[in-house]
């Protein structure tokens, strides 16, 4: 098991907001990951549920941590919740930096497969394999193994959605805020996808939740979708939750879209609604 | 009046964050301050309590309403939050960036008598005059003047307890995290009272929660102190709440220490407890 240091520990409602760092193996670097531990896992006693949240563009582990008050609700709920980075990080492969919305903080939790990305940026991996086996060994105390859940916002509800829906039984719930859903049909998604994929499109679509949907064959899932309607990414057609809605439809798989009004991209509509969020998996994963 | 400028307005919790910008007079430059205006605020046909924020060393007007969750309990309570700056902003004072708990961002919410701060760093006739009024006369169909509450953390936390002491009856109700509350004997207080103040002790009981205590003798005011046992600077004897109780109990001035096991002294702790103080502002401004 790859070694945990402590980065950081704070309290906050009733529980423990840590951060860790260690080293990864599918990424080649040294990663930083956050962990709440909700009241309910002092003592060790308990196995509680573990949900995952991905973060978007630009975002490192802190900035869900510190914006978005989920604490509140995951000590109320007595769930833990992990947060990864968004990308590997210190790999300097060239141009990594030159983009917001590729390279550094912008990994899209797949794994490449064209030069240079290919040796590093294996976010999809990291994730589902690597970190996952890792919280279940570190953490065995108080994570129960058969009630996990995965949620993320825009990049990251992109990475939760095809996380859950490529690995069946992995994840027992998923949810998402401003997703990227069909990201082979929007600017982001095709930057991304080409520079990390390359231009076969039916690599493209092992990594899109909108053609997964399509070919979903596994145990029943409901995803629960979140979305502004102000949200200037989803009036640019960054976003299209209505192509992973549609998609849904056609294929049998339970979808709920929750539009809210006047609510923009931002982690104060994603403070707004964490709460909902969490009661959600809670409520899948306690049943 | 002064002009107005919206900066930034996010929706949250069903009310809007908005940051302005205006033209300090009492400090010569250009000052942004936050304005959250709960749901109840629509339609401007109820006068709403109000409560300012005043935040710690190191921040600006951005930390609070990033990172404490407070919009949540402001919503439920319908109370409208004003978060001022720390400090003027820009006009380069020669060593105003050297330090960081001296200068910018660090301007103690005081009057400065010492050149060369004497000039801009007049923070409490900005605070209590010139923004006070102006908030006054800007949100007129919103506000109540008559319920108007502050609160703060650290530096703000001492801003408050000072404000409130300071100009009896400005403020109806008033509560501190973590607040430095007897400047005139910590290290972080003598250092801004010696460069803002000069070496004249009985002015620095004019701005010095425990000395103004001593001699308080106007309409009743219960003092609600908050404290992370935890806190580094807490155990540095930086804040020392012990010394204001005590002037409290010899002057009959109503005091509720409240020291939290375990916490710190960062928006982890504050956002933990944040509702709790909303609720103690609004059950006095609402009585």
């Keep these: 098991?790859?070694?945990?240091?402590?980065?950081?520990?704070?309290?906050?409602f009733g529980g423990l907001q840590k951060v860790y760092s260690h080293s990864s193996s599918e990424l080649k670097c040294k990663m930083n990951f956050s962990i709440y531990l909700p009241p309910q896992a002092e003592g060790g006693d308990v196995k509680l549920p573990l949900v995952y949240?991905?973060?978007?563009?630009?975002?490192?582990?802190?900035?869900?941590i510190t914006k978005s008050g989920f604490q509140r609700?995951?000590?109320?709920?007595g769930v833990i919740v992990v947060?990864?980075?968004?990308?590997?990080?210190?790999?300097?492969?060239?141009?990594?930096?030159?983009s917001w919305d590729f390279g550094v903080s912008a990994g899209f939790y797949l794994d490449a497969v064209k030069e240079p990305w290919a040796e590093n940026y294996r976010m999809g991996s990291y994730l589902n394999k690597e970190l996952y086996e890792l919280i279940l060994q570190a953490f065995s105390n108080v994570v129960d193994p058969e009630r996990i859940g995965i949620m993320g916002h825009s990049m990251g509800g992109h990475?939760?959605?095809?996380?859950?829906?490529?690995?069946?039984?992995?994840?027992?719930?998923?949810?998402?805020?401003?997703?990227?859903c069909n990201p082979s049909a929007c600017p982001w998604g095709v930057k991304a996808f080409t520079g990390y994929l390359g231009e076969d499109k039916?690599?493209?679509?092992?990594?899109?939740?909108?053609?997964?949907?399509?070919?979903?064959d596994a145990p029943p899932l409901t995803l629960l979708i979140d979305q502004?309607?102000?949200?200037?990414?989803?009036?640019?057609k960054q976003l299209l939750p209505e192509n992973l809605v549609e998609a849904c439809r056609s294929s049998g798989v339970p979808v709920i879209l929750n539009l809210r009004d006047g609510y923009d991209h931002s982690y104060y509509y994603i403070s707004t609604y964490i709460g909902e969020h969490l009661a959600f998996h809670s409520k899948i994963l306690k049943a």
């Design 228 to 236: 502004g309607a102000s949200d200037k990414f989803y009036i640019e």
């Design 202 to 216: 039916s690599l493209w679509a092992e990594w899109d939740a909108t053609e997964l949907v399509k070919k979903y």
């Design 83 to 98: 947060g990864p980075d968004t990308s590997p990080r210190g790999v300097k492969v060239p141009g990594d930096d030159e």
């Design 73 to 77: 609700y995951a000590a109320e709920q």
């Design 159 to 180: 990475g939760a959605l095809v996380s859950a829906l490529r690995n069946p039984g992995l994840y027992k719930s998923v949810s998402a805020f401003a997703p990227i």
């Design 1 to 12: 098991m790859d070694k945990l240091e402590l980065v950081s520990c704070n309290k906050v």
């Design 53 to 64: 949240y991905l973060s978007g563009l630009t975002c490192n582990e802190q900035n869900f």
